[in-house]
DNA sequence: GGAGGGGTTTGACCTAAGTCAAATTCTCGT
DNA sequence: ACGAGAATTTGACTTAGGTCAAACCCCTCC
């Protein structure tokens, strides 16, 4: 009754919870210079924030407020929106373990962007004065920086193209084989997983309706493409998927 | 006949065709360390590329190519896209005098985007080898380098929240509202200028149709809120225009 | 375990905006 | 100045997806 292709029925399994190792963490290249992983728990505690651990719904920081960390995301998830006047946001990004947050606050002082823990999660939080002190001496840190940077811009490029010029199957494509790659680079499987984010939230961030989300997700598994139940998917035809997206997910050169 | 609020007949005056002063560039902070005011002329030679004028279409660089160089645009203007499958185009930015190109190009070193001059432009064009090799003896250089990027990522997240979130009056009336508040910090009218670029451009950019541009602004014009005339562009009501693009100009703290 | 509530799904209806096509107006090169 | 071609405008028609509303399904909390 649960064969390949088949409805899911009950409750699926559950995502394993492993975090990142520092190895693997976005902040590493940061954190190294700073000997964090050297045991110095007097340079760690000036570095280091309180509160490690959020719980879904917490926020990390409000939009507007004045940057006082970086935060390195260990374990978890994270959405990031723009409040967009009218009481509705915009979400911007999620985010996983490895990724840092708060840089695109680096210049303004101020978060632009308001981050939400999705689940359960937990961070490295770094002091930005502690940060700029170091990174002012520590030209390697600001490099990293640079490329971290430049990756974000990188993605949001992708995520214009998306709201531009894509229909929302095409939008929804892309989006399940850009979360299953990133998965499937934090060694999860890369064609099950239980998504972090509501469909209103994905909605959001694609720029379509939380209903057109749903339709399209059940178009999808009418076609035999994928199998939903509630927040749990499983991807059954990567290929088609990847006809759908139209390659955004490829890589060239 | 030609009073406020009439249709305007004939041809209109053209815009003022000054270059901004390295003083007001945004690569000024990079130039400068780099001594290239004090008509150090053999330094310069190693770091400008030679060809600094781009006529109306032509590239300044495709996307895909090796980073080369790092532009400053001195006059005129530039729009940049990127390259969306089937032959069309996204368009994601347009770039005025002062504006630095090519940044979110430094972590890949290579072009994620294309840029074309949508008139004749002038440019500096830094080296990007000589450029790194400086910046890594030069902490203030990646500073720069880090500001920019960062209000790169603001502009595109502005971008994101009007692709995702407003209708087609809302994108244009906070289109325009923009290149004016632009146009007006390097001292030319906020109410009063020419588009260097297409309607086609500006849909591709805001994500409709060249034809709903055409019929917003025809719209618009209707209600007295500007006048135009292919691409001449009269502001005559930036309260109405504000109010239609719901403050999203409007800058908080 | 039952009530309550948030998230999800589905249906009916409607509108903003896309597409196709043609007319018109400029621009630019010769 | 002229002609070719590009950009803009307008009209007619179509449709993807938004909105509103109701049902449903879990999950949590008491």
Known sequence: MTGPGATIHRRAPLRACAQVACHDCGMYRLCAPLGLERGDFSLLDTVLRRKLIYRRG??????????????????????TYLPAGNGRVQVTGFHFAGEVLGLNAIDGHRHPSEAQALETTSVCALSIERFEQLARREPAIQREVIKIMSADIRRHQELLLLLGKRNAEERLAAYLLSLSRRLAERRYSATEFNLSMS??????????????????????QEEGVLATRRRYVRLLDLGRLRAIARDLGARPG
């Open 58 to 79: 917490e926020l990390l920081y409000r939009a507007g407020a004045p940057l006082e960390y970086l935060f390195a995301i260990r374990g978890g998830s994270v959405k």
């Open 199 to 220: 469909r209103g939230d994905i909605g959001s961030y694609l720029g379509i309706a939380e209903e057109t989300v749903c339709r399209v997700l059940a178009r999808f």
